[in-house]
């Protein structure tokens, strides 16, 4: 929006919660920022899709309307080998419309040809490319586990290896691996993520983690153009009026609970 001039926005996404809870907060975001109606697209497709072409045409024909317009995905899995195919097939590149995923990875890309798709991004808190001596390390254990140089990592690994290891140090910490007592210990707990900096466990059962956005690479790596500091996760967005006064805080006694309503005083759904 701020660096290409965007206008125009395709929310496209897999028929499950993760995409229509993502799409959902960022149609509010954009009228926030003025985004009409008519300048959001928004399409949702089945596990596994397989016939793109007459999606992407659509999005084709969405941005020939003369306002500059960019896909955000949150295709899932392996439907986004089609999806990403089909682009290169109907000539759209990054330069005529810019795809920034949230589901697309490392292992995702693997396996086939990327060269149409140089310059289209992602967004995740990870990326192999990343330059640190722990993500050295780990690169080289995965694959030396695997026994396969070309296996790629991708940030689900990381998460899980940060996650691990937070969970090991709160069970050290409570001396048990009783639910209730690790959970207690948690807070707080800090590990070196694989991007050189610190995850956090925060009251809310969330990490800090950093943001990082990349472009694919021929060879199906990403580039990182851009990555933040770390990041508090948070577990309610303000973009949506009806979260936009819930907070999630295990930690507090006065609270103890992921979904506290600001204004009722009281925690709403099913607590654990």
Partial sequence: M?????????????DYVYPRTTN??????????????????????PFGHSDW?????????????????????????DANVPFYKELGNQGISAEDIPVVAFSVGEEELSGFDTAPLVGHLAAWNYFQSAESDANEEFIAKWKGFIKDEKRVTNDPMEATYVGFKAWAKAVKKAGTVDVDKVRNALYGIKVKNLTGGVAEVLPNHHFTKPVLIGEIQEDGQFEIVSQTTEVPGDAWTD????SSKIISNWQDPSINCGNYNTKTKKCSGQNY
């Fill in 2 to 14: 701020e660096e290409a001039g965007i206008k125009r926005w395709v929310l496209a996404g897999t």
């Fill in 24 to 45: 959902k907060i960022l149609e509010a975001y954009l009228k926030s920022k003025g985004v009409k109606d008519k300048d959001i697209l928004i399409n949702y497709t």
């Fill in 53 to 77: 072409q007459g999606i992407v045409s659509s999005i084709k024909k969405f941005g020939s309307a003369g306002k500059p317009t960019a896909v955000v995905s949150t295709i899932n899995g």
């Fill in 239 to 242: 973009h949506l009026p009806e």
